[in-house]
């Protein structure tokens, strides 16, 4: 399939409105005219540019000692169309947690960024969600694994930019014996022009159908398969993954490599390798990604390029293509 975003609309963020002097209200639309070409079918469409526009709110309260109360909730919502009716939910959880924060870390717990997603993710470069969701080429359980429900995650301090984040899924799923559904592992370091970062997931198998997958996956029932083969709803799924990124004076170069275990044929790996180079106020991107099963069952390879200009902090309009 062969999509070319001929016409980006512009994403406008709206601008940070303290309502307290600790609490903030923000917010992202993103709409898109998208063009399709696969072949049979030849589509114009508006749509979400970067998978989902939203809105939330964020804050926190010193409780001294240099200790603090955080919290965030996060909505995505439907801004290309809007819902069909009026009996349809047109907002859709994206985070929702409550922590504390201080020199030992943070501690956290609801639903919350992945720790895998914020290791391994470097190459989600591209504005266009048709083009970024699927460069992890495992359809939900990827790097695209942006954000885990039902999880109690610690996030230690930056020490001279190496930082660790251990978060665990716990949805009373009925197979699970030790009380753990899913767990997500990351190391990071960040500092200067080098970003690297190495993740691991784990996903218990289970006897009722699909029941922890929505969770690990991102809490919005995404099926987990792999192109077009079910992964067994009673493996136990194990994925690490290697990601980095390094900038050099207008440019960067961004790489991801991902191993997964799915206890059958249809085990594969991943990689991707992208490029942005900056002009003022001008972006331009380019991504390769690939992947297969360990059976050749599946062989899949992308290419996405892409140009942004930025007309102020808030606001951009784009131009992507990905085959």
Not at 6 to 21: C, D, E, L, N, Q
Not at 28 to 49: E, F, R
Not at 207 to 230: C, F, K, Q, R, W
């Amino acid at each position: 399939m062969k999509k070319l975003l001929s016409i980006a609309i512009a994403a406008a963020v709206a601008a940070p409105m303290a309502v307290s002097a600790d609490t903030t209200i923000y917010g992202l639309i993103d709409n898109a005219l998208v063009h399709t070409d696969s072949g049979a079918t030849d589509s114009w469409d508006v749509q979400q540019g970067n998978g989902s526009s939203r809105f939330g709110v964020k804050g926190s309260e010193d409780l001294g000692n240099g200790m603090k109360a955080i919290f965030q909730y996060e909505w995505g919502t439907n801004t290309s169309e809007g819902p069909s009716s009026a009996t349809t939910n047109p907002f859709w959880n994206r985070l929702a947690y409550v922590g504390l924060a201080g020199n030992f870390g943070t501690v956290a717990i609801g639903r919350q960024w992945n720790p895998y997603y914020g290791a391994v993710g470097k190459d989600n470069i591209m504005n266009y969600g048709g083009s970024h969701n699927t460069y992890s080429y495992w359809n939900g359980n990827g790097a695209s694994t942006y954000r885990v429900g039902n999880a109690l995650a610690y996030m230690s301090p930056n020490m001279s930019g190496f930082s660790a984040q251990f978060a665990v899924i716990a949805d009373a799923a009925a197979n699970t014996d030790d009380g753990a559904d899913g767990i997500a592992f990351a190391v990071k370091y960040d500092n200067g022009p080098l970003n690297v970062g190495l993740g691991y997931t784990a996903l218990e198998g289970t006897t009722a159908t699909a029941a922890v997958t929505p969770n690990l996956v991102n809490g919005d029932g995404i099926a987990n398969t792999i192109g077009s083969e079910a992964v067994a709803a009673t493996a136990d799924i194990d994925q690490w993954g290697l990601g980095a990124k390094y900038n050099f004076g207008n440019f960067a170069i961004v790489g991801r490599y991902e191993n997964v275990d799915t206890g059958a044929s249809n085990d594969y790996e991943t990689f991707a390798l992208g490029a942005e180079a900056y002009f003022g106020n001008n972006t331009l991107r380019v991504i390769y990604a690939e992947g297969e099963t360990d059976n050749k069952s599946v062989d899949k390879e992308q290419f996405g390029l892409g140009i942004q200009h930025n007309f102020s902090k808030r606001t951009r309009v784009y131009a992507e293509y990905n085959n």
